[in-house]
């Protein structure tokens, strides 16, 4: 009959940990999936979207012969004294058309007050910051207001821009899909590219643009004309990626791949413990070693012995 078993020893140790790791494991992913079932990851809803084509903005064009006289657009009321321009000028600015000779004179002294404001006045100031839909929604609201938004460049290209007397003679434009959405771009135009960050028809470079707003501006898009918010700015702060290494993983890669080898071990630890046993219960006995303190004795000297201890019994007896 076997003695009691001794868990401190090293098999027995090894067989427990084996034995408990694989339900332990199972009890983790059964309690990881029932989080995430009850209680999932709340995100932010997603921007609707919004029909940005001209003739949802401005409605059906004339079909045939009809003739549409539009009405003499609202005067500009400029309740702030912090815009960009002169009220006239802004007075001036038409939404949903491309760019006008009557859009010069607010647009050429919108330069002319962010180069005067500086990028460090311009950081600093109390700007609002503000979504695709308010710009889009009330275009004269924010006409030369300075707003801030942030979103990604997915396109910066440098332009000429129209001979005038404010020695304005290039600039950036970028076309930014705003942060938390929709995916309808937001028009940027700049006077300086900051350092280092690429420029070109495809690049992906998050921004934060401090700027006035300018109008809501018409462009050939692929399917047809659209209109997009139109802000101006100094320069955009811009906050490179960092590098991604070749061959570099996820944190969900990390996971499952750290979660597939901890199975792996456990499958094979218990093949090894089962296997342990199995060899030291069918390892055969090694004789050598067991009668190597063994004397071996003749029949004769067997008997030899047996009287030896039989006479001594006797004269202990008496």
Do not use: C
């Given at each position: 009959?076997?003695g009691?078993r001794?868990y401190?020893?090293?098999?027995?140790?090894?067989?427990?940990l084996?034995?408990?790791?694989p339900?332990a494991?199972?009890?983790?992913?059964g309690?990881?999936?029932i989080?995430?079932i009850w209680?999932?990851?709340?995100r932010q809803?997603?921007?609707?979207?919004i029909d940005t084509s001209?003739?949802a903005?401005?409605g059906?064009?004339?079909?045939?012969d009809e003739?549409v006289?539009e009405p003499e657009?609202?005067?500009f009321?400029?309740e702030?004294?912090?815009l960009?321009?002169?009220?006239?000028?802004?007075?001036?600015v038409?939404?949903?058309?491309?760019?006008r000779?009557?859009?010069?004179?607010?647009?050429?002294?919108?330069w002319?007050?962010?180069?005067a404001?500086?990028?460090d006045t311009?950081?600093a100031?109390p700007?609002?910051r503000?979504s695709?839909?308010?710009?889009?929604?009330?275009?004269?609201?924010?006409?030369?207001r300075?707003?801030?938004i942030?979103g990604?460049?997915?396109?910066?290209e440098?332009l000429?821009?129209?001979e005038?007397h404010?020695?304005?003679?290039?600039?950036?434009?970028g076309w930014?899909?705003?942060a938390?959405g929709?995916?309808?771009?937001?028009v940027?135009?700049?006077?300086h590219?900051?350092e280092?960050?690429p420029?070109g028809?495809?690049?992906?470079e998050p921004?934060?643009?401090?700027?006035?707003f300018?109008?809501?501006?018409a462009?050939?898009?692929?399917d047809?004309i659209?209109?997009a918010p139109?802000m101006?700015?100094?320069?955009p702060?811009?906050?490179p990626l960092?590098?991604v290494?070749?061959g570099?993983?996820?944190l969900?890669t990390?996971?499952i791949?750290?979660?597939a080898?901890l199975?792996a071990a456990?499958?094979?630890?218990?093949r090894?413990a089962?296997?342990?046993?199995?060899r030291?219960?069918?390892a055969?006995l090694?004789?050598?070693?067991?009668l190597?303190?063994y004397?071996?004795f003749?029949?004769?000297?067997?008997?030899r012995?047996?009287?030896?201890?039989?006479?001594s019994?006797?004269e202990?007896?008496?």
């Amino acid at each position: 009959m076997s003695g009691p078993r001794n868990y401190f020893e090293r098999g027995e140790r090894q067989r427990l940990l084996w034995r408990f790791m694989p339900a332990a494991l199972a009890l983790l992913l059964g309690l990881t999936v029932i989080e995430r079932i009850w209680f999932p990851v709340r995100r932010q809803p997603a921007a609707p979207p919004i029909d940005t084509s001209l003739d949802a903005v401005r409605g059906r064009p004339p079909a045939g012969d009809e003739v549409v006289i539009e009405p003499e657009p609202e005067p500009f009321v400029a309740e702030a004294d912090d815009l960009s321009a002169d009220a006239g000028s802004l007075g001036r600015v038409r939404d949903d058309t491309f760019f006008r000779e009557g859009d010069m004179d607010a647009w050429l002294q919108t330069w002319s007050a962010l180069q005067a404001a500086g990028r460090d006045t311009l950081a600093a100031a109390p700007a609002p910051r503000v979504s695709f839909a308010e710009l889009f929604g009330q275009p004269r609201s924010f006409r030369g207001r300075l707003v801030r938004i942030k979103g990604v460049f997915h396109r910066v290209e440098e332009l000429k821009a129209p001979e005038n007397h404010y020695g304005i003679d290039r600039y950036w434009q970028g076309w930014l899909e705003p942060a938390g959405g929709p995916a309808s771009p937001i028009v940027v135009q700049f006077l300086h590219l900051p350092e280092g960050m690429p420029a070109g028809m495809k690049v992906h470079e998050p921004v934060d643009v401090t700027g006035y707003f300018f109008k809501r501006y018409a462009y050939n898009a692929a399917d047809t004309i659209r209109v997009a918010p139109l802000m101006m700015a100094l320069e955009p702060a811009w906050k490179p990626l960092p590098p991604v290494t070749p061959g570099g993983t996820s944190l969900g890669t990390v996971a499952i791949v750290t979660m597939a080898a901890l199975v792996a071990a456990t499958l094979i630890g218990m093949r090894w413990a089962g296997w342990s046993e199995r060899r030291a219960a069918d390892a055969p006995l090694d004789l050598d070693a067991s009668l190597r303190e063994y004397t071996p004795f003749s029949t004769e000297e067997s008997l030899r012995q047996l009287a030896r201890d039989d006479g001594s019994t006797e004269e202990d007896s008496r």
